[in-house]
């Protein structure tokens, strides 16, 4: 019963909640205020992480182990050993170059004198074929070298050595503790929200009381506070949005014509709307839960 | 209307603030509880709008058994009882007229209903012409007004006042009285008015009721003498 009764009753709630915000302007302003400031604080720093992340995995992506055939096989037998390569733990993908296309890429790194140069190999290509390896987990990309190298008929796996894993290590490094500052802000902020809003609640205990008094349900009670948290989280979530609607398509049309393809940004859509809803998620369901608490304080007999 | 049979209440703190107390207030009545501060009179009104419960012994009042209702059942019971408190506790963000719809809202009463409640009760405490005020507006009397009208809007079967006129001045005070008076004869409410002023006792003799020690010293009803105010 009690519960048909607040559905029929929501219109009405909601119209107190609004009209509390109104009538307490000057702590819902500070509470607005307070959920502005954090879903900010969460958004810039969680877009910067994001990117940042996106950006170490293009970069893992981009590492391939070099492997160079013996010069002495063709290449049918070259094309053989594809197979053996592909049935590698965490191989995720080989791509066969001739031998053709070993000059021609050579060629292609020379100047106007080299390139007439090496045109004359053609006839007696001296150059063995290869193959393009892309790992699966930048981590195990000496690993795989390896195994590659102990092959038949390859002559050479190489990785890029000590200076490829370090590099794998620190940007392992730096997403790890991006993550782990992004939670914990958020964590800290969350609790921040919940707070200011268990002090707005703390200044209307009379209210709470009186509406006791008079034989206000627990739910009548308590529906327009949580209605109230949801919508402070609402209108604190208004500028975050708008600053990383404008803020991030600004900095992406900007950063697109200095950064390399390799490091890019994430694309502007869908990824603003997905942060959007995490904001206003994150502002509304910390301003119910956190009013559901605080009022329950209030409610016990 | 309010029973309490060998009521004793026991605070944690070990504090026995009431002593094994019978009373028997029926319906229509108008009682004054008086007694020195620390006897009991606050934890004695307690108990009877579920504030507190009772340690041993029953508490029946409007025909319920208090100590028995459920936690979540409090509300509800509460609607058959008006309480007016010496500091008003009103709304402060809501108006006179919002403060005393509040109760009929709460309990779900149609707005056309509520509107007709809230006017006919302002005019009985004689606010009509305050209804759009804010509490912070007023006199300590016409807030005190506020307050009874609010606890009376839905026709409760007790009202109790827990020093009522605490705040006001002795002319204001007596007009509260008046018009606790008026209530108890034009809805036969039960009124339990709890007191330190003595001229007021004095003044509209009725029924009184002395607490002493967490004891009914005495009872006027039953041919009981009461200190000071005879």
Known sequence: MEFISCIKNFPKHCKTAFQNIWRNGVMSASSIFAVTITLLLIAVIGVIAINVQDMTYSI????????????????????????????????????????????????????????KLFETYRENNPLGAAYVVEVEDAKEIDAVADKISALEHVNEATSGGASTSSLVNSLETIRNGGAVFVVGLTIVALFMIANTIKITITSRQTEISIMRMVGASNWYIRLPYMLEGVFIGLLGSIVPILVVYFGYNWIYSGATDFLPAMVSMREPFPFIWQCSGIMIALGCGVGLIGSFVSVRKFLKF | MIKLENVTKVYKTGVRAVNNMNVDIGEGEFVYVIGPTGAGKST???LLYREEKASSGTVIVAGQDVSKIKDRKVPYFRRNIGVVFQNFRLLPKKTVFENVAFTLEVTDTPRVQIRKKVRRTLELVGLEDKANAFPHELSGGQQQRVAIARAIVNSPKVLIADEPTGNLDPDTSNEIIGLLERINEVNHTTI????????????????TILIEDGCIKTDTSAGGYVDGVH
């Not at chain 1, 160079?68 to 995720?92: F, N, T």
């Not at chain 2, 339990?192 to 029924?207: A, F, G, P, W």
């Open chain 1, 60 to 115: 893992e992506d981009s590492l391939t182990i070099y492997v160079k055939m013996d010069r002495e096989i063709s290449d049918k037998d070259a094309q053989k050993i594809l197979p053996d390569i592909e049935k590698i733990e965490g191989v995720k993908k080989a791509t066969f170059s001739s031998k053709e296309d070993e000059l021609d890429k050579m060629i292609e790194m020379q100047d106007e004198d080299g390139k």
């Open chain 2, 44 to 46: 004695f009104i307690k």
């Open chain 2, 192 to 207: 339990l008015v709890v007191t330190h002023d003595k001229e007021i006792v004095q003044k509209h003799k009725k029924r």
